[in-house]
Every structure is written in structure tokens, then in C-alpha cells.
DNA sequence: GCATATGTTATGAA
DNA sequence: TTTCATAACATATG
């Protein structure tokens, strides 16, 4: 689930379902989502602290508090749930905030990839020093800024959070089909043009995407085609490619987005 | 058993 | 120095 839409919606939900309220009780169900700290230190330095307002950077999410942040990063399976104390644990509710009015913030998340990071000021900079530029308040200047002077291929740099933050598998695939350029493209070797359109659909991409709480999986989408089985391109009707890509499965329309070789691939 | 999955990091090789 | 693929992490599904 989580790139960055994903990320922003757990922002709001943080601060609808916990903002301005006081840490009644936390509830670690497994540790191993802690890193550096542990069950009994996070409840110790956490119980009777009010939650701030939220801040994300890429697809990090910064749960601050009056006290100590609660850095939340969600790997590939986790999100925030706002419920009831009534509402049964759900098996991979693993860490679970009580905050006054009734309500819980709970840390959900199948597959433990990521997890929780309870740091001061220090910490967080350290945490975070890594960062690029967040990709939902880039301009065009700095998407310029990204791409010179990398060899690399667009999928792998906009991939790449310490060059951009925010952008992940499904949405660099989508943006880059609506911008018409083939995945495997030099990053720093784009026209113009193509760097235009490259900025204008990233924005475009990124708006639905926040207003929608999620990469959403729209037949008019390439997300909403990828996975089906013998998936064509939303726009033209040609049979989609798929490969292994910067570590990652890489979906295109060998018709929309040319390799820029002579006779193209499969 | 095999391959796949929206993420990050360490490692070794070009 | 840069970039790539790969494995690892933990778990579920087809």
C-alpha cells in the first residue's frame, strides 16, 4: 500500500483521530516492529504526551509529540487504523495507542518490514538526513536538480529516496506511462520536452493519487491493469511489458513509451 | 515447492 | 564514485 498518497492519508488520520488528545495507554502486541526501543521505554516516555500535528517527509510519517516523535515508516503492508477500544485487535495490530475521547491509533501491518522509531530532534535529523527533496512540493527547477548528471535509469532514480522521497513502485510506473517515457530511459539524457512532461505528470499523478488516499486502481490507470492477466494499455490497446527493473517489477506500453532504441524490446 | 507482492538496506560486482 | 542486481527481512497468496 504505502507510497506517498498512502502516507498522507495516514497523516490525516492521525491527526482526525488523535491531534491535541493525551497518550493514555500503549499496547506493544510484538515488538519486532520497534527499532531501538523498547516496549516498556516506549510506553514509559510516551504515556500522558499529546499528539501534535503530523508531518510526513516522502513516506515517512512523523507522528511529534509534546515529548519524544514516533517515526512511522509502513514497508509494503503496514497503515494506520483510527477505532474503538470495543474493536477486537486485529492479528497484525502490533502497536495500538489509547488516547482520550475513546479512541485508538493502531499500527497495523502483515509483514513487519518497517515499523516504529521513537527519537528526539537529533535523532529524527539523523533518521531523515538521507532524504531527498519531497516529491508531493517539487518543482521543476528541482526535478532538474534529481535528474542531472544520473546514468542511471529513470525508474531506478525516481525509485531512489535519497534523490527523491515519496515515489514508489506503482506510482514511478504510472507517471512515467503517462509522461510516455520507457522506463529504462537515462535519466540525466532527456529532452525538453520530455522533462516537461515528465514534471507535468508526476504533479498530475501525485494530485489524484493524494486526493484519492492511494495509488487508485482505475481502469484508466496502468495501475488498475497492471495485474490482470494478459493486460493491455489503457490508452492504446497494446499487450503491456513486464520486467524486472531496478530490483522491481516494471510495467510499460511498448507503443506509448518507445525505448528509444531502433526496433524497440519485449 | 515456486513466484509474486505498494519498501529499505547491505553487499559484491561492473 | 556510480550503478546494477541480488539477497535478506516476514508473511500471505496463487
Redesign the pocket.
Known amino acids: 500500500?504505502?507510497?506517498l498518497p498512502?502516507v498522507e492519508a495516514f497523516r490525516g488520520i492521525l491527526a482526525s483521530c488523535a491531534q491535541g488528545r493525551r497518550i493514555r495507554r500503549t499496547e506493544v502486541y510484538?515488538a519486532?516492529v520497534l527499532h531501538g526501543v523498547s516496549a516498556g521505554r516506549l510506553r514509559r516516555e510516551l504515556t500522558g504526551r499529546r499528539f501534535a500535528e503530523p508531518e510526513r517527509r516522502?513516506?515517512?510519517l512523523l507522528a511529534r509529540t509534546d515529548g519524544p516523535t514516533v517515526l512511522l515508516?509502513?514497508?509494503?503492508?503496514g497503515e494506520l487504523v483510527c477505532a474503538t477500544p470495543a474493536e477486537p485487535v486485529h492479528?497484525?495490530d502490533r502497536v495500538v495507542f489509547t488516547v482520550t475521547g475513546g479512541r485508538q491509533l493502531r499500527y497495523r501491518d502483515?509483514?513487519?518490514?518497517?515499523g516504529l522509531w521513537l527519537v528526539d530532534e537529533a535523532g529524527l535529523d539523523r533518521m531523515l538526513r538521507?532524504q531527498g527533496p519531497d516529491a508531493a512540493t517539487l518543482t521543476r527547477q528541482g526535478l532538474g536538480a534529481v535528474l542531472a548528471?544520473?546514468?542511471?535509469?529513470l525508474k531506478?532514480?525516481l525509485?531512489d529516496?535519497?534523490a527523491l522521497?515519496g515515489?514508489?513502485?506503482?506510482?514511478v510506473d504510472e507517471i512515467l506511462w503517462r509522461a510516455r517515457l520507457h522506463p529504462a530511459r537515462r535519466?540525466?539524457a532527456l529532452s525538453a520536452d520530455e522533462h516537461g512532461r515528465l514534471y507535468t505528470e508526476l504533479r498530475r499523478t501525485l494530485r489524484s493519487a493524494v486526493r484519492a488516499g492511494?495509488?487508485p486502481p482505475r481502469g484508466s490507470w496502468l495501475t488498475g491493469r497492471?495485474?490482470d492477466p494478459g493486460a493491455s494499455c489503457p490508452r492504446c490497446g497494446t499487450a503491456l511489458c513486464?520486467k524486472?527493473?531496478?530490483?522491481?517489477?516494471t510495467v510499460w506500453c511498448p507503443d506509448c513509451q518507445p525505448d528509444g532504441t531502433a526496433g524497440g524490446e519485449t
Open positions: 500500500m504505502p507510497e498512502d510484538d519486532g516522502g513516506k515517512w515508516h509502513f514497508g509494503m503492508t492479528a497484525h502483515q509483514r513487519k518490514l518497517q538521507d548528471g544520473r546514468r542511471g535509469s531506478s532514480v525509485m529516496q535519497s522521497a515515489l514508489g513502485n506503482l506510482l535519466a540525466g492511494r495509488v497492471r495485474d513486464r524486472r527493473l531496478a530490483g522491481r517489477g
